[in-house]
């Protein structure tokens, strides 16, 4: 299970003043703990990927319980439960590297679409919250964007998504999002286009996150494909890498 936090609602960690270690453990709530569990157990039939993890390391184990009894039929299944477990690695390694383009060039694809970010410079206005926001196109649907550096991946409310047609990607790794009222449950996608100013992103990875309400959000799997983002002064300057081809407008 994969968690995502956005900087600009993660929730500030409570801090204790100086009451020594005795009160840290009085204070200390398990709670938390006990209902990050039940959400996490919560997501198991939810997620194909999860479902055949489990089942795999079931046939591990029946394997290792019977394989005094009939060690040839043991010794096949715990093969099988190796097999399968390396398999499920190998696509939750297939798509964590696509959140980061450096891991990315060294992991094939294997069916996903190739994330792509081209055009020419585009430069944003700082807002009057104090936030960076844009316009944009989510597979020809507008949409106002919040350009967040401390989000770990783009992520659009369900209204952007069901407007756009985004659906979840099956088997992909269940996804919870650090938010200011607690964790919340996410699904992974793939925006077709997602254009802005001059900027053309095509095949990037998304979420679907309700519990964003109606803000959608520009994050740093789609900023690290630029060849540079900086602020000068009230502005941002977003560069794609260049040479580009044109930027043409989807069908």
């Known amino acids: 299970m994969v968690f995502l936090q956005s900087s600009v609602e993660a929730a500030a960690p409570r801090s204790l003043e100086n009451q020594g270690p005795a009160a840290y453990m009085l204070h200390m709530e398990t709670s938390p703990i006990w209902d990050q569990l039940a959400r996490s157990l919560a997501q198991v039939p939810q997620s194909d990927l999860l479902m055949a ?3 795999a390391m079931a046939l591990g184990i029946l394997g290792s319980m019977i394989i005094r009894r009939a060690p040839a039929f043991g010794k096949l299944l715990r093969a099988a439960s190796t097999l399968g477990l390396m ?6 390694v297939l798509q964590v590297s696509r959140m980061d383009p450096r891991f990315e060039m060294a992991v094939p694809q294997l069916g996903l679409p190739e994330q792509v970010v081209e055009g020419g410079e585009t430069r944003v206005d700082l807002a009057r919250d104090g936030h960076f926001w844009l316009r944009a196109t989510v597979n020809g649907e507008s949409a106002n964007f919040l350009v967040d550096t401390g989000a770990t991946i783009t992520a659009v409310s ?22 200011a009222n607690g964790a919340i449950a996410a699904e992974m996608t793939s925006i077709d286009e997602l254009r802005f100013g001059n900027v053309a992103a095509r095949g990037i990875d998304a979420i679907i996150a309700p519990g964003l309400g109606t803000t959608n959000v520009i994050g740093m799997n789609l900023l690290s494909r630029l060849s540079s983002w900086r602020v000068e002064g009230n502005t941002m300057i977003l560069v794609p890498h260049h040479p580009q081809p044109v930027v043409e407008a989807a069908d």
Do not use: D, F, N
């Open 53 to 55: 993890a489990v089942a």
């Open 158 to 179: 369900a209204q952007t998504a069901e407007a756009a047609g985004l659906e979840a990607r099956g088997g992909a790794l269940p996804i919870r999002m650090q938010t």
């Open 87 to 92: 398999g499920i690695l190998l696509l939750v």
